[in-house]
């Protein structure tokens, strides 16, 4: 069990081990596959493509592109910002880009990583083998999760523990323990799992057949970094920062526009204790946080372990325990 309040904030680098991209990756991946993928869901049986996107072609394809390829950033969401006549279409290829790799992460299941390691090693650690008590058990961690990712990963991997978690589970049980962990996506996701039927609504479904129809209601839920002005719950995420005794970034990079986010949703880094990934910006962390409130860089910097070049697994081996 995790008895210790516990964030976990998640960065892109927390669902790279799962197939996930990278901003670098995401970029490259939606410049040469857009096109494609729009065009495969034209050819698609009950998609009405040409109703919805009728003005669509390879040229307005290539357009976009080209400006994309161009951009000097790898952030989407700052080109996006400063290219607002492409923000619809930008966010589109963003979520089927997402759900291609989420149904791939569904179809064909990756070795473990992380997130197996802390379930395993910490949620479910100590289970007696009672199923009253052992779910009643489950209940009482204190673990809750921030994710800047649109994609739904860790939903997933949760959901398909826990449907092993102690013999035959009914979707009625799953969900209740499932609803027990706080995953709160800070800019919105591709479809919520709200229902003890594990159906995902509200967007992409997760692992099944894409339909362009789907894809107005999950552009619709997701906002970029520079839309998320005034965050809907930031009274939400405000009170998971006053519970947690400790904070565990996970490919986190640290941008500058990420980290106002979270000080705008009430972070405070008094009396808490740190992990961090930094691999690939071990000696960035520094300059990047130099920004931030002198409370913060002073907490952080006392309080931070995992300064060596570790991925998110290592960092939970090497240090979560004796934390």
Not at 56 to 62: A, G, L, Q
Not at 163 to 177: A, P, Q
Not at 270 to 282: A, D, E, N, P
Request: proline share 3%; net charge neutral.
């Amino acid at each position: 069990m995790i008895n210790e309040p516990t964030l976990f904030i998640l960065g892109a680098g927390a669902s790279a081990p799962y197939g996930f991209p990278t901003a670098k990756e995401l970029k490259e991946d939606i410049i040469k596959n857009t096109s494609k993928r729009y065009f495969a869901l034209k050819n698609l049986p009950a998609n009405n493509y040409i109703q919805m996107y009728e003005n669509r072609d390879t040229d307005y394809f290539n357009n976009f592109a080209d400006y994309f390829t161009g951009f000097t950033s790898d952030s989407i969401d700052l080109f996006l910002a400063t290219h607002e006549e492409l923000v619809n279409l930008g966010k589109e290829a963003i979520v089927l880009a997402l759900s291609e790799k989420e149904m791939d992460l569904v179809r064909n299941p990756r070795k473990t990583d992380w997130v197996e390691y802390l379930y395993s090693n910490f949620i479910i650690s100590g289970i007696s083998g009672n199923r009253k008590e052992d779910f009643e058990k489950f209940k009482q961690n204190k673990v809750s999760f921030i994710t800047f990712n649109y994609e739904r990963s860790l939903e997933f991997l949760f959901w398909n523990m826990l449907s092993h978690f102690h013999g035959k589970m009914s979707r009625e049980e799953i969900y209740d323990l499932f609803k027990t962990i706080k995953i709160h996506h800070i800019y919105g996701d591709l479809g919520q799992l709200v229902t003890e039927n594990g159906i995902w609504e509200g967007g992409m479904p997760l692992g099944g057949a894409l339909h362009l129809e789907d894809l107005p209601k999950a552009t619709k839920n997701i906002k970029t970094i520079y839309e998320r002005r005034n965050h809907p719950k930031k009274d939400e995420v405000s009170k998971l920062f006053d519970e947690a005794k400790m904070i565990v970034f996970l490919g986190f990079g640290f941008a500058q526009e990420n980290l106002d986010i979270l000080f705008d949703c009430g972070f405070k880094p008094q009396g808490k204790h740190f992990l961090s990934t930094s691999f690939g910006i071990r000696y960035e962390i520094p300059r990047r946080i130099k920004s931030t409130p002198e409370i913060f860089r002073k907490h952080f910097l006392m309080n931070w372990k995992g300064e060596e070049e570790l991925r998110c697994k290592d960092l939970l081996e090497k240090y979560y325990l004796s934390s």
